[in-house]
């Protein structure tokens, strides 16, 4: 279904239809379908209304209970920021004494929510109609919180102390969504964030987090983000939202709260002052952040550890150490890629689930679990395996993961 159809939802009978629905079930749906429709409601607006129940249920991975009062629409709801993390986002702007804030480019107002939470004045910009109506219906609650439909390049800024951006990075078709990966083909550009950031506004992008070191502004604190191990983004922070002393970090949120490592330089791959050795008792697997913001070598020395392989992101060490920025595994052995080998050991340990990581290898581990496991029986153990290099040599260690 198209994401026009939320123009049937923001009929007053679409609303209402919409609101007196409870928590979506894919298992009810076709009869929730049927009944609708047998109640008199069109096809069309039962389909808009479903879509967008569908959607609040899955953006309370996102949302929390805010979403069983928000619309959506599909791209808008993969590219919004989740709103703890938009949280953070507008902390930085309060942090930095900023009280008029663009939000350019704002989708279905995910961070303008979070700074109009802060009592800080938001005007969202968006230019696509059906999204910016998503976004005020979604930022009515806050008075000082309004949305613009407009081109975010051509926005006058005057009066505004703060901008906030979160370029579109994917084209959409009838197909579906397709990823941009050039900074330049986003929108708007990464070009035109620097503009603005070199008419010194303190500015903050929310940019993918596979954006390579080289297409960073050397005038930006560039901030990577997890939760729950993953990978959501990489926050470009300009001027006034800048913090000192910081050109790379890598924050991860979990559980247990958040904890951030942080550098001053750039990254220069090979430039690390650690250590590589041979496999140890521990295994440490860094978070994506920390993988991304380069600070893979910094964890290590925290660990008293050291690579596997200067270009593989593992670490061995001899103790367990907890720590926020990677995983511990226990070793329990160390064995050759040997498909048939493996096979072998799979079946004479009565290996039944078998979990696969690799990193320097070009193995696809769903295939190499299904080949290993063909034939050997259902047996009642788990193993895991890490797959990877060391040096010239390749290698399968068994591990077993450390419970934090």
């Known amino acids: 279904m198209p994401d026009t159809s939320l123009a049937h939802v923001l009929t007053s009978e679409g609303w209402e239809l919409l609101n007196s629905l409870g928590p979506y079930l894919e298992s009810e749906s ?19 209304v479903l879509t967008q129940a569908k959607l609040r249920m899955k953006a309370r991975t996102k949302f929390g209970p805010f979403a069983d009062h928000m619309v959506f629409t599909s791209p808008g709801l993969e590219q919004a920021t989740r709103l703890n993390v938009a949280a953070l986002h507008a902390q930085r702007y309060v942090e930095a004494g900023l009280e008029k ?29 059906i999204t910016a109506a998503a976004a005020t ?23 505004f102390d703060g ?43 929310k940019m993918g987090p596979g954006i390579p070191h080289e297409a960073l502004p050397g005038n930006c ?19 006034a939202l800048r913090r000192e002393g910081v050109r790379r970090a890598a ?16 990254y220069a791959p090979g430039g690390e002052d650690v250590a590589v050795g041979a496999v140890d008792a521990f295994l440490y697997e860094p978070d994506g952040a920390v993988i991304r913001a380069g600070l893979v070598a910094d964890v290590a020395r925290s660990l008293g550890g050291h690579l596997l392989d200067e270009h593989i992101a593992y670490i061995g060490a001899p103790e367990l150490m907890e720590t926020p920025f990677a995983r511990a595994y226990r070793v329990l052995e160390v064995r050759p890629y040997n498909v048939k080998a493996l096979k072998a050991w799979v079946k004479a340990n009565g290996i039944g689930v078998l979990d696969i990581k690799k990193r320097g290898m070009s193995v696809t581990p769903e295939e190499l679990r299904k080949q290993l496991l063909t034939g050997s029986g259902k047996g009642p153990n788990k193993a895991t395996l890490v797959l990877t290099r060391l040096g010239e040599d390749r290698v399968a260690i068994v591990v077993e993961p450390v419970v934090p």
């Open 30 to 48: 076709f009869k929730l379908n049927t009944d609708l429709r047998k109640a008199g409601h069109s096809p069309e607006l039962v389909a808009a």
């Open 101 to 129: 804030i663009a939000d350019l480019g704002c989708g279905i107002g995910a961070d303008a929510l979070a700074l109009a939470t802060l009592d800080r004045q938001v005007t969202a910009v968006e230019l696509d109609e």
């Open 137 to 159: 219906i979604n930022l009515m609650p806050w008075p000082d919180a309004k949305v613009v439909q407009g081109n975010a390049e051509d926005f006058d800024l005057s009066g």
């Open 163 to 205: 901008v906030w951006l979160d370029p579109a990075r994917r084209t959409t078709s009838t197909s579906g969504t397709t990823r941009i990966f050039d900074p330049e083909a986003f929108s708007p550009p990464l070009s035109f964030v620097e503009s603005l950031a070199d008419r010194g506004l303190p500015v903050g992008v």
């Open 221 to 239: 604190e560039a901030q990577w983000v997890s939760v729950d191990g993953d990978v959501t983004e990489a926050t470009l922070w300009f001027n």
């Open 251 to 266: 924050l991860v949120i979990g559980p247990n709260g958040a904890a951030e490592l942080t550098s001053p330089v750039d």
